[in-house]
């Protein structure tokens, strides 16, 4: 599919610059730059999607490290013990902001 689509592109800009301009030179010259300026996009959005890919991944396991430690401090508190509300959310945005530092 991608090749048919390269080459119907690339037959377009030969045959539209060949009638704008006569010249068989012109037309080659213009449809290999074409191809390049083409070549180089198709790399761009592979190295585009590869970073994407990544990030996602990353973000991912922040998510599933962020999870598992939500988990571990998850136990029910003793109805005797006094909780503070602030300070646990607090310590789980200081742990999330440490996560979203490390590499």
């Not at 109805?79 to 996560?99: F, K, P, W, Y």
């Amino acid at each position: 599919m991608f090749y048919r689509v390269l080459c119907l592109v690339l037959c377009s800009t030969a045959l539209t610059v060949y009638f704008a301009s006569h010249s068989i030179r012109l037309a080659v010259v213009t449809t290999l730059a074409c191809s390049l300026l083409l070549q180089l996009a198709y790399f761009a959005s592979v190295l585009f999607l590869i970073w994407r890919s990544g990030f996602a991944n990353r973000a991912g396991k922040m998510a599933e490290h962020f999870g598992s430690c939500k988990e571990v401090g998850s136990q029910a508190p003793d109805h005797g013990e006094v909780t503070n509300e602030s300070a646990d959310v607090l310590q789980r945005d200081q742990m999330l902001a440490i996560s979203l530092l490390l590499p």
